[in-house]
């Protein structure tokens, strides 16, 4: 072969060689981010909109910034059904391809995933619902269920309850309060709780557990409702329960005032039962509403550009949709936080764990993200990785819901012991339970 045809080869197989490398550069300059969702099944109506408000936040992200830091994210939903089974395989899948956080959004699906965690050094972001004691991040050093526990929210329905009876914790006492729940992980990870303080308070509490194949046929809890007579009924329902529970109360002329649900209710759940709904109650922590810099920016560069699949605009600002903001908000601003702690643009789960460990999104920051008056400041710590921040009492107008109370901060004294002895007893079962020895970094 003559030299300039052993020059040519050489620069054919370089050319060749090129798109190769700069793909796996491209790899690397990236931060894949899974979605667990579930957009089918009897779970799909509260998880559709959570799914989309989670893929649209951080498809605007990509579309109007470049990423996070300059670094694209690759945002990737996996369908898991709400079904624990599928929600492993889930994982499973998403783990060879390196993700710096996982959202399960499912007790069900996060409780086996605690153990997991620390051994493959992925982080796991359980919103509002898992594991209350994994708050305990000296127990929990990868777990993160911001901004309020399940128990958290019992206890801020009971001091509601107890101001709508015009006084304090001590008005619950000899009252009848009912407790209409999915049995399943999720529903039954208050009984505890419930049980503790209807003892230390005075009140009777009754038990109405709805299995999930029966979330559309609710008839025989409501019978028992009806003859029981609460004085109030306290919702933990998800899905097609929450909307069948709604028409059940409605149909059996419970009065709604008195109707109060933790965090998970959308406008269709209450929409169904029709004006009768009116007056229904649910916790929240965040507006309802699409009137927010941030919102109108997904509306222009994600919805309008045909990158969302909310099915009409109005679903955006919706309280689900609004919610599945929240969290996308928790993941983004934990990135960038890794980004600076560490130095680095394309972060890992470690670096994300302790990004998380340092959030620390004031009211200046949620100005600069455009989400001013849409929630409260968030801030966690080594040791508090849930904060058990304060929310409001939202109720069903008809249209919307509208903010009807005050922020009520948790019975700190009540939940923490509670917090404290799960933790222990959680690490005692499954012993030997690796001792923390992650590094702190939140000042």
Known sequence: MSF???????????????????????????????????????????????????????????????????????????????????????????????????????????LPLIPKAAVDKIPVLSMAYGLSASAKGDTFPWIFNPPATYWDGFTQILQYIATQEGGGIDKLKGKKIGYIYLDASFGREPLPLIEQLSKELGFEAKLYPVAAADMQNQSSQWLSVRRDKPDYMILYGWGALNATAVKEAVKTNYPMEKFISIWWPSEDDAKGAGDGAKGFKTLNWHAVGADFPLLADIQKHVVDAGKSQVSSKDKVGQVLYNRGIYNSMLIAEAIRKAQEITGKKAVTGEDVRRGLEGLNIDEARLKEIGLEGFTGAVKLSCADHNGHFSTFVQSWNGTTYEKVSDYIAPMSDKVGPLLDADAKAYAEKNAPWPARAEACDAS
């Open 4 to 110: 300039k045809n052993w020059l040519y080869a050489l620069s054919a197989a370089a050319a060749l060689t090129l798109p190769a490398v700069h793909g796996a550069q491209a790899q690397e300059e990236s931060i894949y981010v899974p979605l667990f969702t579930y957009r089918t099944g009897p779970f799909a109506g509260s998880g559709t909109p959570i799914a989309n408000g989670m893929h649209d936040y951080l498809t605007l992200l990509n579309e109007r910034d470049g990423g996070i830091g300059g670094v694209k994210l690759v945002v990737e939903e996996c369908e898991t059904g709400y079904d624990t089974k599928k929600g492993l395989e889930c994982y499973e899948s998403v783990k060879p391809k390196k993700p710096v956080i996982v959202n399960p959004w499912s007790t069900g699906i996060t």
